[in-house]
């Protein structure tokens, strides 16, 4: 009897063992080569803009951010960069009209100008996005009209790894299709200085008739 207690004893130990074992195995393969415990990201941006009556160009971009992954997403820091594309900024005009590269030894894309820069800081309240939610930023700028492409470069860091620096970036670029625009609000301007109508000009003419005509009764008689 006891002999059969100790074998059932050691056989439990040993499914006991496999059991941790396989659950070891299974956790390194899920949470370390397949990456599950760290957080992921999808970034999107988005233009919206108008041409402003008193000039210039309004520009209204959105970041869109979606946790993809099982984890929380946490961020301390994000920054949105507008630089300019077309036209070609003066630095790189020469190189561009000769046929040269325009992109720098050891860079992989052309650092084009910065026109403005947004960032928001997150100091004690991270920002948070739970597994399968979305989450929003936005940001305002004012650029020339006569600015026909732009780049959007997006950084958010990654509060996990802060110390190294890491986090997700999302790069677009834009082109707006100023000469219609512009053509759109001249018509309207013209439109809106269209010629008067014969009734118009009479509607228009008569208080200035009244208001001259007691001037013209009031003239001074000459003298006999």
Known sequence: MDFWKDLFSIAQSVITGA??????????LVFVRQRLGLPKVDIDLSIDDIILPEGGRLIHAEIKLKNTGSVVVKSDYGELRL????????????????????????????????????EWKWSKNDLEIE??????????????VTTKTVQLYCYISNAKKKRRGLGWTCTKLYTFNSNMEVSR????????????????RQQKQQPT????????????????
């Open 19 to 28: 059991g941790i074992i396989m659950a070891g195995i299974w956790t390194y």
């Open 83 to 118: 630089r300019q594309v077309v036209p070609i900024p003066d630095e790189f005009k020469g190189d561009i009209e000769g046929g040269y590269d325009p992109v720098g030894e050891g860079n992989t894309e052309v650092e084009w100008p910065m026109i403005a820069g947004r």
């Open 131 to 144: 597994p399968g939610e979305c989450d929003s930023l936005h940001a305002d700028y004012i650029i020339p």
């Open 185 to 200: 609000m001249a018509d309207r301007e013209r439109n809106h200085k269209s010629p008067l109508t014969k009734q118009q």
């Open 209 to 224: 008739q009244q208001k001259r005509q007691p001037m013209k009764n009031n003239k001074p008689k000459k003298e006999e």
